[in-house]
């Protein structure tokens, strides 16, 4: 099992430099690299908090907001991943028709393109899972894993 968080340009590349107004795209990730089915421990992220973005200047943050206004939260007691596949949580920054409001994410923030700067955005994963009647298993992620600064210039 793996998790990921990226910060992405429209064309789906990692990336941590844009141009003012090019697509900034968030995406967090869970993988499922077993043979078997795998069931999450919903939720899979801290909703609370899930990919803010904060403005960075010289180590203080501030926060400019969230890609989203609102979130689907499912009362499923797990998150299904198919064997050797994984489970996306994608949204741009701005609205995009090439990345339409998909669950979790009931509608998206009348955000505007990012001015010129220094970000940092984060989650907060919770990564406890299980195959079929096994007990649960928790793996503890480094924080710093799930932390990813990106700039405007």
């Known amino acids: 099992m793996s998790a990921t968080y990226l910060v992405l340009n429209e064309q789906g590349q990692e990336t941590a430099v844009f141009a003012p107004g090019e697509a900034i795209v968030l995406r967090y990730e869970v993988r499922n690299d077993t043979d078997q089915e795998v069931y999450f421990n919903n939720p899979v992220f801290d909703y609370a908090h899930f990919m803010e973005v904060s403005r960075d200047d010289n180590g203080q943050l501030s926060l400019v907001g969230k890609p989203y206004t609102s979130m689907s939260l499912t009362y499923n007691m797990y998150v299904v991943v198919a064997a050797h596949s994984a489970r996306s949580f994608t949204i741009p920054w701005v609205a995009s028709s090439k990345y339409p409001n998909a669950y979790p994410f009931n509608s ?19 990564l ?19 932390v990813r600064t990106f700039e405007v210039r």
């Open 108 to 126: 998206h923030a009348l955000n505007a393109p990012l001015p010129v700067g220094r970000y940092h955005t984060s989650v907060q994963p919770r």
């Open 128 to 146: 406890t899972w299980h195959h079929g009647t096994e007990a649960d298993v928790t793996v503890l992620s480094a924080a710093q894993d799930f």
